[in-house]
C-alpha cells in the first residue's frame, strides 16, 4: 500500500506570493521526503536554471483526501541547498530561536471574502447590497452567504489538527474571519499558510474563490486585514511590558518598516476609516479599533496579557509579520 503526499509550497509572485501544490505517491513506511519543481513556471526561477528543491518542514493529516494521506508544508530551497529569495520562513527561523526564552505567542485574525465570478458572494448582478450593518456575526439567508463552506473549511481545519480559535462573519456580505492559535511564531504561520491552502482547496469544490484582497470591494465597505495578537511571558504577567511593547512599535522609524512589509495595497485599506488608523500615524490606545495597536479592554484591567497589532493586511505573509513583531518587541523588552 501507498499513500498521497499534497506538497503545499509559497510561490514568488509579486507582490503578493501564492500558494502551490503538487501530489507524490510514496510508499508505506516511507517518509515524506526532499522533492523539487519547476520554478520557471512559478515566479521563482527563468527557465534555463528551473530546478528548485521543496523541503518538508511540517506534516498535517489530509482532511480532504482522509485515510492515511497527509499535507506536506515545504520551504524552497535551490539546488545547492540555500533558502530561496522568495523563502521567508527561513528569515523567521533565526529571530524565533533567539527570543525563543521570552515565549512569544501570536493568534493571527485572517479575513477573507468569497467571490462567484467577478462579484463577492452576496452581491446582485448588478448594483450593491443593502449597506454594511446586519452582516457582522449575523444570521439568515438576506445576512450570510457561504456559511456552508465556512463550516467545512473549519472542519477541514480541525481534522488537519490546525489550533483554530474561532470563526465570525464580517461586516460585509461574503466575507469572513478564522482565528490560528495562539502558538509560537512558526508554528503560527505555518498553519496560517495551511489553513489558507485549505480554504481555496474547499471553497474549489463549491465553484466559489476565496481572495485575501485588502479591499476586496471599492467604496463604503470594510477592507479586509490580518489582525495580528502578541504576547511574550512577560506581557502575559505584567503591563510594564504590555505598554513597552506597544512604544516599541512606534519608534524611530519602526511604524514605517512594519507598514512596508505588511502586505501589498495597505495604504488603499488603511484610510482612518472603517475602523482603521492611517497608515501614516503609528497610535496605541485601549478597546481603540481606530488606533494601529489596540490593548484589549481585559488586558487594561487585568493589567497583563496581550497587545493587537491592527495593521496587517489579509494578505500579509505571517513569517514575515511575526519576524517583525518578535525582532522589535522582544529586541526592547530584551533590555
Ligand atoms: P477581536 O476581538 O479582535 O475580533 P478575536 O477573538 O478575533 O479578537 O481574536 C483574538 C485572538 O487573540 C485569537 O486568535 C486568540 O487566540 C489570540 N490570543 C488570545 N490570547 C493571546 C495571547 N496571550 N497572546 C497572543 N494571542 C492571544
Ligand atoms: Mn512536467
Ligand atoms: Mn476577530
Ligand atoms: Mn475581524
Ligand atoms: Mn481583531
Redesign the pocket.
Given at each position: 500500500m501507498s499513500y498521497k503526499a499534497e506538497y503545499i509550497w509559497i510561490d514568488g509572485t509579486e507582490p503578493t506570493a501564492r500558494l502551490r501544490s503538487k501530489t507524490k505517491i510514496i510508499s508505506d513506511g516511507a517518509e515524506p521526503d526532499t522533492w523539487g519543481f519547476d520554478g520557471s513556471s512559478t515566479n521563482q526561477a527563468t527557465g534555463h536554471f528551473s530546478d528548485l528543491v521543496l523541503r518538508p518542514v511540517a506534516t498535517y493529516p489530509d482532511p480532504i483526501r482522509g485515510g492515511s494521506n497527509v499535507l506536506v508544508l515545504c520551504e524552497v530551497l535551490t539546488v545547492d541547498d540555500r533558502p530561496h529569495g522568495s523563502n521567508t520562513r527561513a528569515l523567521l527561523r533565526p529571530v524565533a530561536e533567539q527570543f525563543a526564552g521570552q515565549e512569544p505567542l501570536f493568534g493571527i485574525?485572517q479575513?477573507y471574502t468569497f467571490f462567484r465570478g467577478s462579484r463577492p458572494l452576496g452581491f446582485p448582478e448588478a448594483g450593491y447590497p443593502a449597506p454594511q450593518g446586519g452582516y457582522y456575526c449575523g444570521v439568515g439567508a438576506d445576512e450570510i452567504f457561504g456559511r456552508e463552506i465556512v463550516e467545512k473549511h473549519l472542519d477541514n481545519c480541525l481534522a488537519g489538527g490546525l489550533t483554530i480559535s474561532g470563526i465570525?462573519a464580517?461586516v460585509m456580505p461574503g466575507q469572513w474571519?478564522f482565528q490560528v492559535g495562539p502558538l509560537n511564531p512558526l508554528d503560527v504561520a505555518d498553519q496560517l499558510w495551511i489553513a489558507r491552502w485549505l480554504l481555496y482547496r474547499t471553497a474549489e469544490d463549491f465553484g466559489v474563490s476565496a481572495t485575501l484582497d485588502p479591499k476586496p470591494a471599492k467604496g463604503d465597505w470594510n477592507g479586509a486585514?490580518a489582525?495580528t495578537n502578541f504576547s511574550t511571558r512577560a506581557m502575559r504577567s505584567g503591563y510594564d511590558a504590555i505598554i513597552e511593547a506597544c512604544e516599541a512599535l512606534g519608534r524611530d522609524d519602526k511604524p514605517r518598516e512594519h507598514i512596508k512589509q505588511y502586505g501589498a495595497g495597505i495604504e488603499a485599506r488603511l484610510t482612518g476609516a472603517h475602523e482603521t488608523a492611517p497608515w501614516n500615524e503609528y497610535s496605541y490606545g485601549v478597546s481603540d479599533r481606530g488606533a494601529s495597536v489596540r490593548i484589549p479592554w481585559q488586558v487594561e484591567v487585568d493589567k497583563k496579557g496581550y497587545i493587537e497589532d491592527r495593521r496587517p493586511n489579509a494578505n500579509a505573509d505571517p513569517y514575515v509579520v511575526t519576524r517583525l513583531v518578535v525582532d522589535t518587541c522582544c529586541t526592547a523588552l530584551d533590555k
Amino acid at each position: 500500500m501507498s499513500y498521497k503526499a499534497e506538497y503545499i509550497w509559497i510561490d514568488g509572485t509579486e507582490p503578493t506570493a501564492r500558494l502551490r501544490s503538487k501530489t507524490k505517491i510514496i510508499s508505506d513506511g516511507a517518509e515524506p521526503d526532499t522533492w523539487g519543481f519547476d520554478g520557471s513556471s512559478t515566479n521563482q526561477a527563468t527557465g534555463h536554471f528551473s530546478d528548485l528543491v521543496l523541503r518538508p518542514v511540517a506534516t498535517y493529516p489530509d482532511p480532504i483526501r482522509g485515510g492515511s494521506n497527509v499535507l506536506v508544508l515545504c520551504e524552497v530551497l535551490t539546488v545547492d541547498d540555500r533558502p530561496h529569495g522568495s523563502n521567508t520562513r527561513a528569515l523567521l527561523r533565526p529571530v524565533a530561536e533567539q527570543f525563543a526564552g521570552q515565549e512569544p505567542l501570536f493568534g493571527i485574525e485572517q479575513e477573507y471574502t468569497f467571490f462567484r465570478g467577478s462579484r463577492p458572494l452576496g452581491f446582485p448582478e448588478a448594483g450593491y447590497p443593502a449597506p454594511q450593518g446586519g452582516y457582522y456575526c449575523g444570521v439568515g439567508a438576506d445576512e450570510i452567504f457561504g456559511r456552508e463552506i465556512v463550516e467545512k473549511h473549519l472542519d477541514n481545519c480541525l481534522a488537519g489538527g490546525l489550533t483554530i480559535s474561532g470563526i465570525n462573519a464580517e461586516v460585509m456580505p461574503g466575507q469572513w474571519e478564522f482565528q490560528v492559535g495562539p502558538l509560537n511564531p512558526l508554528d503560527v504561520a505555518d498553519q496560517l499558510w495551511i489553513a489558507r491552502w485549505l480554504l481555496y482547496r474547499t471553497a474549489e469544490d463549491f465553484g466559489v474563490s476565496a481572495t485575501l484582497d485588502p479591499k476586496p470591494a471599492k467604496g463604503d465597505w470594510n477592507g479586509a486585514g490580518a489582525h495580528t495578537n502578541f504576547s511574550t511571558r512577560a506581557m502575559r504577567s505584567g503591563y510594564d511590558a504590555i505598554i513597552e511593547a506597544c512604544e516599541a512599535l512606534g519608534r524611530d522609524d519602526k511604524p514605517r518598516e512594519h507598514i512596508k512589509q505588511y502586505g501589498a495595497g495597505i495604504e488603499a485599506r488603511l484610510t482612518g476609516a472603517h475602523e482603521t488608523a492611517p497608515w501614516n500615524e503609528y497610535s496605541y490606545g485601549v478597546s481603540d479599533r481606530g488606533a494601529s495597536v489596540r490593548i484589549p479592554w481585559q488586558v487594561e484591567v487585568d493589567k497583563k496579557g496581550y497587545i493587537e497589532d491592527r495593521r496587517p493586511n489579509a494578505n500579509a505573509d505571517p513569517y514575515v509579520v511575526t519576524r517583525l513583531v518578535v525582532d522589535t518587541c522582544c529586541t526592547a523588552l530584551d533590555k
